[in-house]
């Protein structure tokens, strides 16, 4: 048996990606988490840089949430990355759980 793709690793989620930072850059929108200004000219990979999160944590919701744009937020990279390793550790020991389905019509 093969091992499922990660949905972030497609071509469709660059495209996603590019959409959701040119909206958010257009838009002039701050930082989900902390609500600081995000530096739009830098680049993902830098701490201030924009990073697209998403609502509802892979790690817990798993691949269904992973393309729905409308589950998807702006933040710092540095921002992000932070929230990413609390989730991924509480899925390790069993104490993050979903609280029902998600669908995209949530909203």
């Not at 990606?17 to 701050?30: H, M």
């Not at 989900?32 to 697209?52: E, F, H, M, N, W």
């Not at 020991?93 to 979903?98: D, T, V």
Request: with cysteine; proline share 6%.
């Amino acid at each position: 048996m093969t091992k499922p793709t990660d949905p972030r690793h497609t071509v469709e989620w660059q495209r996603i990606r590019r959409r959701v930072v040119a909206a958010a850059r257009a838009a002039n929108l701050p930082c989900a988490k902390c609500g600081r200004p995000i530096d739009y000219s830098a680049s993902g990979r830098t701490q201030y840089g924009p990073s697209v999160d998403h609502q509802f944590a892979l790690a817990i919701y798993g691949a269904g949430v992973a393309l729905e744009e409308s589950l998807l937020r702006i933040m710092h990279t540095k921002c992000n990355a932070s929230l990413g390793g609390k989730l991924g550790r509480a899925r390790q020991l069993g104490r993050a759980k979903p609280q029902g389905a998600i669908t995209a019509n949530r909203w």
